[in-house]
């Protein structure tokens, strides 16, 4: 079966924040379990960040997979600028995450596919199109974030160039289903 990449559309981010949650090892629900309304569906919560448009999380920074017309996997990713003047992370569980980035780089913050598709080439696809918007942006490479508990994506990320630049211990909690270090991976 034929795989097309495309630009996410604004009807595609229910899927994407679906495929978000598969990558994100429980963080995209922690996330948004704080932004919840009481009793809203945290896949909602996702659904209406990525239909935003003019933020990092949106689709418009989303590339999806689509074939035989069913979105099977998506990439998002944004320029990762250094801002100084951020506010401080203050966040018990995400604080940790706070200085992990590799400034003029395209970050990829997602890069997931519905199972059946995984292990087919469709990831190569992925990093392929990320190079290319990364040298048409001007920025000085890739970066990502990894946990040491994914070994599969860990190595794939290896192979394809990606080497640890720093790591971090996540915090522990209910909602995250991963636990040890974390590890900013970076591509020139």
């Not at 590339?63 to 990713?77: F, K, N, R």
């Not at 997931?112 to 918007?133: D, I, P, Y």
Request: one cysteine or more; hydrophobic letters at 40%.
């Amino acid at each position: 079966m034929e795989v097309e990449f495309r630009p996410a559309l604004r009807t595609d981010a229910r899927e994407i924040a679906r495929l978000f949650q598969i990558s994100s090892e429980g963080a995209s629900d922690y996330i948004w379990s704080q932004l919840a309304e009481p009793g809203q569906d945290l896949l909602e919560v996702g659904t209406v960040r990525y239909a935003r448009e003019d933020v990092d999380f949106s689709y418009q920074n989303c590339l999806v997979a689509e074939a035989d017309g069913q979105v099977i996997g998506m990439m998002h990713s944004y320029v990762m600028r250094h801002d100084p003047s951020a506010a401080p992370v203050t966040d018990p569980v995400l604080a940790p995450y706070a200085d992990m980035e590799v400034p003029d780089t395209l970050y990829i913050s997602s890069l997931a596919l519905h199972e059946g598709w995984r292990n087919k080439g469709l990831g190569v696809r992925f990093l392929e199109h990320a190079q290319q918007r990364a040298d048409q942006l001007e920025l000085e490479g890739l970066s990502l974030i990894d946990y040491a508990a994914n070994t599969g994506a860990r190595r794939f990320y290896e192979r394809h160039g990606f080497g640890i630049v720093k790591t971090c211990q996540v915090v522990p909690h209910p909602m995250i289903r991963v636990t040890g270090d974390a590890y900013l991976m970076y591509r020139p």
